[in-house]
């Protein structure tokens, strides 16, 4: 699933930090992270302004990254780092509240950028 390549992508860009030349910037921060639900909202909101029902796109995709970096970090040494971005104190989880205003942002986000940018 995107969900969890995303994850997989945005831990394995921060193990790389020793091969700076090599490496992708770090996909473990506040901006990337909000950069990539944006980015799995996109098909959603691209789909949503041709349809009114979704075919193909998920917007359970980003909602899927959000669980699979919180499932996945201790796998990659960066549960710190995952609770700093989602805003989690040590031993909680994000309230449901909280992700769902994050993903009704990334989807106004997305929706923003497609409009901004339809004549190119």
Known sequence: SNALEAAILTFESS???EDADKALDSLLSDTAVMKMLIWLMAPVAFESSLHPQLISSDPREARGYLQ???????A??????VNDI???DLGKKASEEEIEDLLKWAYAEAD???RENKSI
């Open 15 to 17: 193990k790389n930090e």
């Open 112 to 114: 923003l950028l497609l």
């Open 76 to 81: 990659f040494d960066a549960e710190d780092a």
């Open 86 to 88: 989602l805003r989690v």
């Open 68 to 74: 699979r970096l919180g499932e996945k970090a201790s």
